[in-house]
């Protein structure tokens, strides 16, 4: 069964930068999409970014475009969250997902789940 475990979350400041890392196991990750969510408490998990198997193609939630990249390096079976000028509203739990991610936003996309890394945002 595929492994997934997420790294990287941190308390930082408003504008400040943070790269999440999610490491997969046990599995060929390039036969897999891997999506990116988030999770603020009280709130639903919502779809933050994706990306296709072969890393071909990518997709960003509306308000983190031009502040978050992802990237995927299969030889190293690691997926990368780079997020940028960070906002409060920025603070959540994030969760690395595999699966078919069609269509990306939906968690039911997805049949492998990480444990998550608390990022927070706050002065």
């Known amino acids: 069964q595929l492994q997934l475990v997420e790294s990287g979350g941190d308390m930082v400041q408003p504008g400040g930068s943070l790269r999440l890392s999610c490491v997969v196991s046990?599995?060929?990750?390039?036969?897999?999409?891997i999506g990116w969510f988030r999770q603020a408490p009280g709130k639903e998990r919502e779809a933050v970014s994706y990306?296709?198997?072969?890393?071909?193609?990518?997709y960003y939630k509306d308000s983190v475009k031009g502040r978050f990249t992802i990237s995927r390096d299969n030889a190293k079976n690691t997926v990368y969250l780079q997020m940028n000028s960070l906002k409060s509203e920025d603070t959540a739990r994030y969760y690395c997902a595999a699966g078919r991610g069609v269509p990306w936003t939906m968690t039911w996309a997805y049949d492998y789940w990480g444990q998550g890394t608390q990022v927070t945002v706050s002065s």
């Open positions: 990306i296709k198997n072969d890393g071909a193609s990518t």
């Open positions: 046990k599995l060929r990750m390039e036969d897999y999409a």
